[in-house]
């Protein structure tokens, strides 16, 4: 998990594509930079990623309220335990 990492974006694409490659879940923490921030919707909009997983929060109401979103996508499965 990248969080509030800073450098070139094909870092994030880099890591997202190896983490598909092995069956891993992306998630993208979009608490710091969703809602235009970076100057797209998201940073998922921005990096053109699809991510299996993306977490929103203080952004939907600029932390005036406690609110969170997330959003899950339909073709995220999940590798059974290994214990």
């Known amino acids: 998990m990248l969080k509030g990492v ?3 974006y094909n870092t994030i694409i880099t890591l997202a594509q190896a983490c598909r490659s ?3 879940p992306v998630i993208f923490d979009e608490v ?3 809602l ?3 100057g797209a919707i998201s940073a998922a909009t921005l990096l053109r990623q699809n991510p299996d ?3 929103y929060a203080k952004i939907l109401t ?3 309220v406690p609110m969170a979103s997330n959003y899950i996508a339909n073709q995220l499965t999940l ?3 290994s214990c």
């Open 22 to 24: 092995r069956n891993i």
């Open 6 to 8: 800073e450098g070139p």
């Open 36 to 38: 235009y921030r970076l």
């Open 53 to 55: 997983i993306a977490c």
């Open 32 to 34: 710091m930079t969703g």
């Open 79 to 81: 590798p059974p335990p």
């Open 62 to 64: 600029s932390g005036a």
